[in-house]
């Protein structure tokens, strides 16, 4: 496998220093991508960057992934208009080892692998670096000059910004930097990755490697993905996407990327799945062919939940969705357990009713009109129950209906329809 052909087909290449691919398909080699571990949880926006590190695991080479201990210190201001908090040790030994249970599901660590991946903390080596050491030893070897030339370090610095650059940001380029050249001394580690905004910091390691080591050392950027209106991916209106089904229910994960608009979809096949040049082709075809299918969007919201959750948690958000657009049986809905449930239908309307009138029995008007008033009279209820537009867990009722424990999901939950959008729960207590 051509790694970086992989990744040009598929979009996923921005730029790379010279004779990289040359030296890829000659060699077998270790390659990094560093991940600061600035919360407890990866989001989608790194996901471009574990899929890479997944292909270059694939291709035969050596995966690295780096967590920034010591640089998630200071913050990256790669692509940032402001300085960024700083997060203290403890906050970031919690959030390592959240990031690092998260990337054994994506890589392959296994000892006996040729190519296996490999976890490394920065902060491990530069817990005891001096800051007159690192000046006297790293510092002398790359001029100021040669740091504000750097696209990162100009966008802080032009007029039109409002806050400016601290010595603290200034000087993450030298870390970074320093990094690369302490994964080539040690693991004889050659080429790191990232994302395009991290061209100069990344190329301020290869530099570092010349001068002081006189190496050679390689660097691949794979582009920032927008959405097609321009947007920044990965955020919606309450936030991150986050990996963690803790953070973003698996259901959720898995609607947002059944959401995907299809000139989206149309990039995010190639990005986002593992599926191959020709199969893609293919599924392009017939979604162009019938659009409202939403062929490519179903599969690319299949494989990625796939991959982040795992079989059985994808099965369980298609389930839920059926739940929620009124295509699963009866009997799917009543399996369905209350954390799963309540997320499905949070913010709809709800009313205690006891078990003990659940145990007699509720005719169906009384339900709708004056256990709950989800419907204004009785009058209003026999119209909708005649026009058949009224549901009990889905499933469409006439007026000669009882509401009895038969119909509680996840032993607690009554759910009411009226037409296709409009919810209301009753809350069975005892």
């Not at 000892?111 to 000046?135: C, E, G, H, I, Q």
């Not at 007029?159 to 993450?172: D, I, L, R």
């Not at 007699?360 to 009058?379: M, Q």
């Not at 009224?390 to 009411?416: E, M, T």
């Amino acid at each position: 496998m051509n790694f970086v052909q992989e990744l040009k087909w598929r979009g996923l290449l921005h730029d790379m220093t010279p004779e990289t691919e040359k030296f890829l398909l000659e060699n077998k080699t270790k390659g990094y991508i560093g991940f600061d571990p600035t919360a407890d949880s990866l989001h989608i926006g790194s996901l471009v960057q574990i899929i890479i590190l997944k292909h270059f695991q694939n291709a035969g080479h050596n995966p690295i992934i780096l967590l920034g201990g010591a640089t998630g210190m200071i913050g990256d201001p790669s692509g940032k208009s402001d300085e960024r908090n700083l997060l203290d040790q403890k906050t970031l030994k919690k959030n390592s080892q959240a990031i690092k249970k998260q990337f054994e599901n994506f890589l392959d660590f296994d000892r006996k692998s040729k190519n296996k991946a490999v976890m490394l903390n920065n902060y491990d080596w530069m817990k005891s670096y001096t800051l007159v050491d690192f000046s006297r030893d790293i510092g002398k070897h790359i001029t100021v000059n040669y740091m504000m030339s750097k696209e990162s370090v100009k966008k802080r610095l032009g007029s039109n910004v409002k806050v400016g650059m601290s010595f603290t940001e200034f000087t993450y380029q030298l870390l970074q930097g320093y990094d690369f050249l302490h994964l080539y001394k040690t693991v004889d580690c050659k080429i790191q990755l990232g994302g395009s905004d991290q061209w100069g910091n990344i190329t301020t390691g290869t530099e570092l490697i010349r001068r002081k080591e006189n190496g050679k050392a390689y660097a691949i950027t794979c582009p920032l993905i927008k959405k097609s209106d321009g947007s920044k991916f990965g955020k919606t209106e309450e936030g991150n996407i986050w990996l963690d089904k803790n953070k973003t229910s698996t259901y959720k994960f898995y609607q947002f990327w059944l959401n995907t608009t299809d000139q989206d979809a149309l990039n995010y096949i190639k990005i986002f799945t593992f599926l191959s040049r020709e199969q893609i082709e293919q599924k392009i075809e017939e979604h162009i062919e019938s659009p409202h299918l939403r062929i490519l969007q179903k599969i690319i919201a299949k494989e990625i939940t796939i991959f982040v959750h795992g079989n059985k948690a994808f099965k369980k958000a298609v389930e839920a969705s059926q739940i929620l657009f009124g295509t699963a049986t009866r009997e799917a809905l009543q399996k369905v357990d209350t954390e799963l449930f309540l997320e499905l239908f949070e913010g709809v309307p709800q009313t205690k009713v006891s078990m003990s009138k659940i145990k007699k029995g509720i005719d169906i008007i009384s339900a709708l009109v004056l256990e709950t008033r989800f419907l204004k009279s009785n009058g209003e209820a026999k119209r909708a129950l005649k026009e058949n537009s009224i549901s009990v867990n889905q499933v469409k009722v006439d007026q000669n209906y009882i509401v009895d424990q038969n119909d509680l999901i996840a032993a607690h939950y009554v759910l009411l329809k009226r037409g296709k959008k409009s919810f209301f729960i009753l809350n069975v207590i005892d």
